[in-house]
């Protein structure tokens, strides 16, 4: 029975309406057995219990509960308290997208939130505060301090958090469609262990016997950026090696570093060659313009030579045909002016003007060659510096095209350990496929028309399955039920008789995430890129909605929105 002074505590520090109701619902309840589902106390980690990851974070508005669970279930829960009326707390499909142990709001007047997990980067998250018992805050999740550094040591950056209004809970899923990761081992080596009757070895479980049936259909794929296929000329016309084991694919990722970075050392080796190249280039066409320039500079008076010699050649040939004909003419006259003196003269320098005319064709035809000469020589030169500068262009190009596919690599290779996120709208009819908040690839889908109202559905890939390592346990949560003509199809109010069955229709969910699987067709290139990256945390949202673009910018899993 509550003491006077238990109270008059109350009193003393809660408004007086909440001491009232806590007070008539102390007395009411006073006695009554209380289900530990339901009860309001924080559940710690449980101890002895596997509380690794990956992480599913669940949260009832409607009930002011935050569970955690891993592929063995709850692990633990707490109490909280989310966006009071006018500042709700959205529902919808979140990741951690930030972890700060002492983070200071900017939007709330420097108000501290320890232990802070963003979700949003509009300013929704998850930190330690007062929990009152009722929605308070504004629109963040409050969490009771201890609850709170616990559940921040535990969760991970990408951990998947999913806001309901109704209380929601994994569930196992299985469907043939849903994505296989690479094989353990290569399928001769299945098939020879199958043959012998051996079991297959694992870091994290037993694993049964496989048989080459298990993995008869898998793929063999490989994923290779664009960048690298511009960096890498071997892989321009030849189709690339396709990793089949897991670890095979690991070692890709490895392998394609050093085959760009082989690549970049053989490209940065050429360069000083091809900019010594191209330093020789550029003189021997100076060289040569220069001997062009001075050939023209010197041809300058060659053309009036020829004429002058010419000129000459035509004044004297006239003379003397002047005179010659004189001589015709007087042949019977007198021929006193007509001496044969003159006539040698004229002749003489008939002879001199010819000559010179014709050694200044000679010399004008020898400059003319020397001029076509000295200009193919200048032509072939700048050719040569054009191919040269473009050489060294190139070569910047290469290598920075190298660069830039060696530090997506790295990237790749930093990623690789990261669990796939994927995403599929049936109202944009696309899929995006991101590890952490790196985009990998973006592409169109199909699907059966009539499969339009499916809600969302978050499917998680929890480990390899100990029956076969070659899949995946999977779970379940659906985040939005369909909603027909205005009603939530899976979520309506039990009877009476019915208030043992789960608070969503587990079957309906199941058949809803079904039906869109089914529907589902994804093209090839982006199934084995799927497969080469699936690892236990991969998880795959499918919804009748599209990603909100005001909180899906840079550095952002998945935002959904779900209202």
Known sequence: MPTRQTYRWIFERVPRYAALAMLLGGILTFGARVDAKDATHDQPLKAQADNSGPHLVLISLRKQRLKVY????????????????????????????????????????????????????????????????????????????????????????????????????????????????????????????????????????????????GVSELPRIFGITPALAEAVADYHDDQPARPITRSEAESFVQQKIATISARLRTLSASRA?????????????????????????????QPTNLQDAEKTQQTASSSYIAFMTAIVAAIDGNRDDLSDDKEAELEDALLDATHLADTSRVEAAKHEMAMAEA?????????????????????????????????????????????????????????????????????????????????????????YSEEDPNSFDWQLVTARAPVVDGRDKLSKKLSARETSRPPQSIIGATNAASSALEAIKIPQNVQDKITELMKPGSSLIISDRELNKNENGLGTEFVLLTR
């Open 375 to 463: 200009q193919a020589l200048a032509s072939a030169a700048q050719a040569a510096r054009e191919a040269a500068i473009s050489a060294v262009r190139q070569s910047e190009i290469d290598i920075k095209s190298t660069t830039d596919a060696l530090a997506e690599a790295k990237r790749e290779a930093a990623r690789w350990s990261k669990p796939l996120s994927i995403f599929i709208s049936l109202k944009t009819e696309r899929i995006h496929l991101r590890q952490g908040v790196d985009p990998v690839l973006e592409a169109a889908i199909t699907f059966d028309g009539k499969i339009r109202e499916i809600g969302t559905h978050v499917l998680t890939a929890m480990r």
């Open 70 to 213: 891993n592929a063995s279930g709850e692990i633990t829960s707490s109490r909280i308290s989310s966006g009071k009326p006018g500042f709700d707390t959205p529902t919808g499909v979140f990741s951690i997208l930030e972890k700060k142990q002492h983070h200071v709001s900017n939007i709330y007047a420097g108000a501290a939130m320890p232990f802070m997990q963003r979700l949003t980067w509009s300013g929704i998250a998850m930190h330690a505060g007062q929990v009152p018992g009722y929605r308070a805050s504004h629109g963040c999740i409050r969490l009771p301090y201890s609850f709170s550094k616990s559940l921040f040591g535990l969760t991970k950056h990408g951990a998947r958090v999913i806001v309901t209004q109704d209380e929601t809970r994994p569930v196992p899923f299985e469907h043939d469609k849903l994505f296989k990761p690479l094989p353990l081992r290569a399928p001769e080596q299945i098939i020879s262990l199958s043959n012998k009757g051996t079991k297959v070895a694992s870091n994290d479980a037993n694993f049964a016997t496989l048989t080459s049936d």
């Open 273 to 301: 060659g091809i900019v010594e190249s191209a330093k020789s280039a550029n003189q021997k066409a100076d060289l040569a313009a220069a001997k062009l320039a001075n050939l023209r500079r010197s041809l300058v008076s």
